[in-house]
């Protein structure tokens, strides 16, 4: 009837219903990866991501972008609406509605879970270039470009991408980046190469300054939508820095890259991947410490990163290589016929079991 709390392997077929509610537990993430036929050409990849159930779009240079609908294992261009516009973001609400925004003020907008695209007003001017966009997975999305009569400014949408108005995040913009991003729950947060942070508490309505380390500036940007953040540097300084309260704070973080980061995600789970113009680095412990991981094929580090369904991570490159590389998680017994216990630790002397089946 019990089974100790010690990490140990059983069949599904005897615990089903114990399988049902602990599943698959102790995979390792985003470590050994393989080849994924992308279909992009010879095009830079610059943004991947995902609805969280198994479709993936992947976007890069000359208006490149490419779908999968088998969580990334194959993968089928399609008609971004862009041109030979280059794509710099990707976002989705993860209920069927996406956004791809690039150089020359453009927005593209899909309705049909990355299907069919077609080309949406941001009201920005043809010299403008929108580096990255996000959503609230709601209503929300929130894109970020740099003007070309300099300056940062953001275009946000509620009604899901139909239509698009400029919100201030300041009275005089400062250098903008290339980074945006939320965790769900009203909470943004856009990048700078400037000394600071801008955030938001209320949807992106207002904004606020944070401030940071002079001269760092920062780029890319993700958070695990539970209170961490984390940052790559920016104005070629190596290395990224950490929030744990939501953005009020934050802390440097020891990774070996010596660039500033090129790509950045999280399986809200505790592992992170952070790609430089060098190599791809991971943290399997929420951000504290970081090793090298190898992703055969890639020319340096990733320049597009994202987690996806079932702990699946995809990682694109740059250099004009069109390379998509998809990565499952591993485990250490048969995922077909077992599944492991959590390993709860006790006092010395003790012993922790839980309830497996009734008498």
């Known amino acids: 009837m019990y089974l100790p ?49 198994g479709v993936w779009v992947a976007a890069g240079a000359a208006g490149a972008l490419v779908r999968s609908t088998d969580n990334g294992v194959t993968w089928t261009a399609v008609t971004s609406g862009l041109g030979a516009t280059d794509i710099n973001g990707l976002a989705c609400d993860r209920a069927g509605v996406w956004v791809a925004v690039g150089a020359a003020g453009k927005l593209s907008r899909s309705t049909d879970n990355g299907a069919t695209w077609a080309i ?9 270039t929108i580096y990255s966009v ?65 955030r938001s508490t209320d949807g992106g309505t207002n904004w606020t300054q944070t401030s940071m380390a002079t001269g760092i500036g920062s780029g890319r940007i993700a958070t695990d939508g539970k209170g961490v953040w984390i940052t790559s540097n920016n104005n070629n300084v190596a290395g990224a820095r950490r929030s744990q ?82 990565s499952a998680p591993t485990y250490g017994y048969d995922t077909a016929t077992q599944f492991k216990l959590p390993n709860q630790p006790t006092a010395i002397g003790l012993a922790a079991y839980i309830k497996a089946r009734d008498a």
Request: net charge neutral; hydrophobic share 45%; proline share 1%.
């Open 120 to 128: 949406t007003s941001s009201g920005l001017g043809a010299a403008d």
């Open 245 to 326: 309260d939501n953005g009020l704070t934050w802390g440097d973080v020891s990774v070996a890259i010596t660039a500033a980061g090129t790509a950045l995600a999280t399986d809200s789970n505790g592992t992170w991947l952070l790609g430089s113009a060098q190599t791809t680095q991971r943290s399997i412990d929420n951000g504290y410490t970081w090793t090298a991981v190898t992703i055969a094929g890639l020319s340096g580090g990733a320049t597009a990163l994202g987690f996806g369904k079932d702990g699946v991570a995809m990682a694109g490159a740059g250099a004009a290589s069109g390379i998509l590389r998809r």
């Open 134 to 198: 996000a959503s609230d997975r709601n209503s929300t999305f929130i894109a970020v470009a740099l003007l070309n009569v300099g300056g940062q400014v953001a275009v946000k949408s509620v009604n899901k991408g139909a239509a698009w108005a400029s919100t201030v995040l300041n009275a005089s913009p400062q250098p903008g980046y290339k980074g945006i991003a939320t965790d769900f729950k009203g909470v943004w947060i856009s990048t700078t190469s400037g000394n600071f942070f801008w």
């Open 5 to 53: 709390l010690n990490g140990s392997v059983y069949s599904q077929t005897a615990y089903t219903a114990l399988f049902g509610i602990i599943g698959l537990i102790s995979g390792s993430f985003a470590e050994v990866w393989a080849a994924a036929t992308s279909n992009a050409g010879s095009n830079a990849i610059n943004a991947v991501e995902t609805d969280g159930n």
